[in-house]
C-alpha cells in the first residue's frame, strides 16, 4: 500500500510538471539608465523629474566620477530643441523641463561613463519619477521611470541613439517593451462619459525600415529617409464587458518618419488629462454598455525591422538592417470623473507581461 501511494504521488508531480503553465509580470530592477515615457511642459502644468543616483554601491563601492549622470528631455518626434543637462551634485537631484514654450515628450537619464563601452552593467543604479503639477487644480500625479539593461548604442557625445543594439549592429534580446507580439498592458481606462483617458506609447530607438528584403540599389546605397517608414503600433482596448476596440497608431510620420518620439491616443475626449490635444482618437467600445465603462488596454509594436548605420557614413547599405528589437514603452494617464472627482487623475506604467509554459 505504501508503495503504491508513493507510486500515486510521483505520477502526479509528473503529470503536474507537464501540464502546468505559468504566468508572470516583468519586474523592474533599477539600472543605469532610465526612460520616462512621458512629461510636458505646457500652459497651466509643470513637470518636475526626480532622479536618484545610488553612487554608493556595496558591490562597487563609491562612485568617484562627477558629474557622472546625465538627463536629457526628447521633444516629440524631434520637433524641437533636445535639452541635456550634467548632473554636478551626488544622491538626489529635481530638474524642471524647458518652459520657453510648450513642449511634450519623453526623459532618458543615464550613466555617461557605463553606457560609453555600449553596455550598461547596473554599477551604479539610477531610479526617478516625472511629478506632473496641474497647477490651475493644484493637483499632481506622477509616471515612474523604466529601467533599461545591456547592449546601447551611443553617439561621440555619449548620447543614446538607439536601444538594444550596440553600433555595430550586435544585438540582445528586448530588454525592455518586450517582444514586440507580447504586450504591454495598463491596469485601467474610462470612457467619455465618466471620465477620459490617453494612452502614450513610445519608442525610444526609431530607424524603422519598411522591409526585410531591401533590393541592391543603383547607387549602391539610399539615404535613410528613403527607406524609414513611420512607427507603427497596436493599442487595444477592453471593456468590462469585454467589448474590444483596436487602433493601429502611427507616429513621428511624414518628414519626421523614422524618428523617436510618442504618440498620444485619446479615449473619450480629444483632449487628454494633461491638457494635451491628443494625436488620435479611439472608439468608446463602452459606449451604449449599461455595465461601468471601464476596463484595460493592450500595445504592442507592429514594426519589427530596425535600420543601424554599421559604418557611420550615414547612408544605408545593404545588409544593415536586422529585426527590431527596439519595441516599445507606453503610459496612460486617466481623469476618473471630470465632473463628480476633477482633481483625480491616475498615472501608470504599462507593464510587460510575459507567459510561459
Not at 143 to 152: D, H, K, R
Not at 323 to 345: K, R
Amino acid at each position: 500500500m505504501k508503495k503504491l501511494l508513493i507510486l500515486a504521488m510521483a505520477v502526479t508531480v509528473v503529470l503536474f510538471s507537464f501540464s502546468l503553465a505559468g504566468a508572470y509580470w516583468e519586474w523592474q530592477y533599477p539600472g543605469s539608465s532610465m526612460v520616462i515615457p512621458y512629461f510636458n511642459a505646457t500652459a497651466g502644468f509643470q513637470t518636475f523629474v526626480l532622479i536618484s543616483h545610488q553612487d554608493t554601491d556595496p558591490d562597487w563601492g563609491q562612485d568617484s566620477t562627477d558629474p557622472n549622470v546625465n538627463v536629457r528631455f526628447n521633444p516629440k518626434c524631434g520637433r524641437g530643441d533636445i535639452t541635456s543637462h550634467s548632473l554636478t551634485t551626488k544622491q538626489s537631484w529635481v530638474f524642471i523641463p524647458p518652459a520657453s514654450s510648450s513642449i511634450e515628450g519623453w526623459v532618458e537619464a543615464y550613466e555617461k561613463t557605463d553606457i560609453s563601452d555600449q553596455s550598461q552593467d547596473d554599477d551604479y543604479p539610477l531610479s526617478g519619477i516625472a511629478v506632473i503639477l496641474d497647477i490651475a487644480n493644484g493637483i499632481a500625479y506622477s509616471l515612474e521611470t523604466v529601467q533599461y539593461y545591456e547592449y546601447i548604442c551611443v553617439d561621440s557625445t555619449n548620447n543614446p541613439l538607439f536601444y538594444n543594439c550596440d553600433c555595430t549592429g550586435v544585438c540582445t534580446g528586448p530588454e525592455w517593451g518586450d517582444y514586440e507580439d507580447d504586450p504591454l498592458v495598463a491596469r485601467l481606462w474610462r470612457n467619455s462619459a465618466n471620465g477620459r483617458t490617453m494612452f502614450v506609447l513610445l519608442d525610444p530607438s526609431g530607424r524603422h525600415i519598411a522591409t526585410s528584403t531591401i533590393p541592391v540599389p543603383a547607387a549602391g546605397h539610399w539615404l535613410p529617409s528613403e527607406l524609414y517608414v513611420s512607427n507603427r503600433a497596436q493599442l487595444d482596448i477592453y471593456s468590462k464587458a469585454e467589448t474590444d476596440s483596436h487602433l493601429t497608431a502611427e507616429w513621428c510620420g511624414g518628414t519626421d518618419a523614422g524618428k523617436p518620439g510618442i504618440v498620444t491616443i485619446g479615449v473619450g475626449s480629444t483632449t487628454g488629462p494633461s491638457g494635451i490635444v491628443t494625436d488620435l482618437l479611439i472608439n468608446d467600445p463602452a459606449a451604449g454598455l449599461t455595465d461601468a465603462p471601464y476596463g484595460f488596454g493592450q500595445a504592442y509594436n507592429t514594426r519589427r525591422w530596425f535600420w543601424i548605420d554599421l559604418n557611420s557614413d550615414g547612408l544605408m547599405q545593404p545588409g544593415e538592417e536586422i529585426e527590431d528589437y527596439s519595441n516599445i514603452l507606453a503610459g496612460v494617464l486617466t481623469q476618473i470623473s471630470p465632473t463628480y472627482f476633477p482633481h483625480a487623475t491616475h498615472a501608470q506604467q504599462m507593464a510587460s507581461k510575459w507567459t510561459t509554459y
